[in-house]
């Protein structure tokens, strides 16, 4: 099925730990997003690209690194993981009208 | 800059009853508008769009939303609520280079009652 594609759906870290998270895309879209979202914060965005190769900081990018090497895919990194970062990870691309959402992932931070 | 107000975090409807969540946007620029859903544990997935033209636009699940320059609202309803309605709604919106200044408001969980 077309559409956005996020691995892993759940996860547990210590805090302090690394790790990635992988998004992609099968539409050619050149947008390509990652969103946390929290209990009455609604969707804060974390950081987006507008091409391959291109990244930019969106409202909360500290602590998060991102890359984008291959047009369909984005990933999300967290260098060393914080209680604060548990959270509900969506990731997004979308053509010049419209966003597609991946399932998300459910990270939790202990 | 582009802002969106949803008023109400939580909007309460018994089954059949009209549905009425209210958005409200600030852009300096035409605006394209969004309304997204949410169901329990899964992304949000794209309910209605306004970019141009017909001002009543027609989503997906018998959904619609009007989109009234004068007052700045881009409201979504639905004429009788199923229980399957039951999610997040998301208002959205963006100026015409789209993609990554789209602003979400912040959501209204609708709940519907037997």
């Known amino acids: 099925n077309a559409g956005v594609t996020q691995t892993p759906k759940f996860r547990v870290l210590k805090t302090g730990q690394s790790m990635t998270l992988l998004c992609a895309q099968d539409?050619?879209?050149?947008?390509m997003y990652w969103y946390r979202q929290d209990p009455g914060m609604g969707l804060r965005l974390i950081h987006y690209?507008?091409?391959?190769?291109?990244?930019a900081k969106g409202e909360v990018p500290d602590g998060y690194n991102v890359s984008r090497l291959k047009k369909q895919n984005f990933l999300l990194g967290l260098e060393s993981a914080a209680p604060s970062q548990t959270s509900v990870y969506f990731c997004?691309?979308?053509?010049?009208?419209?966003?597609?959402f991946g399932s998300g992932t459910r990270l939790t931070v202990v | 800059a582009q802002s969106v107000t949803q008023l109400g975090s939580h909007v309460s409807v018994s089954e059949g009853a009209l549905v009425l969540l209210r958005c409200n946007y600030s852009?300096?620029?035409?605006?394209?508008l969004f309304w997204y859903v949410q169901y329990p544990n899964q992304g949000l997935q794209l309910l209605l769009k306004?970019?141009?033209?017909?001002?009543l636009v027609k989503g997906i699940n018998g959904f619609e939303a009007e989109f009234k320059k004068s007052e700045t609202s881009f409201h979504l309803t639905k004429p009788s609520a199923h229980m399957s309605d039951a999610a997040e709604y998301f208002c959205?919106?963006?100026?015409?280079?789209?993609?990554?200044?789209?602003?979400f408001g912040a959501g209204t969980r609708l709940f519907v009652k037997a």
């Open positions: 997004a691309s979308s053509s010049m009208i419209g966003y597609t």
């Open positions: 539409m050619n879209h050149e947008y």
């Open positions: 690209s507008v091409g391959e190769g291109t990244t």
């Open positions: 852009s300096s620029v035409p605006p394209y």
């Open positions: 306004y970019t141009t033209g017909a001002t």
């Open positions: 959205a919106v963006s100026d015409r280079t789209g993609g990554f200044k789209t602003i």
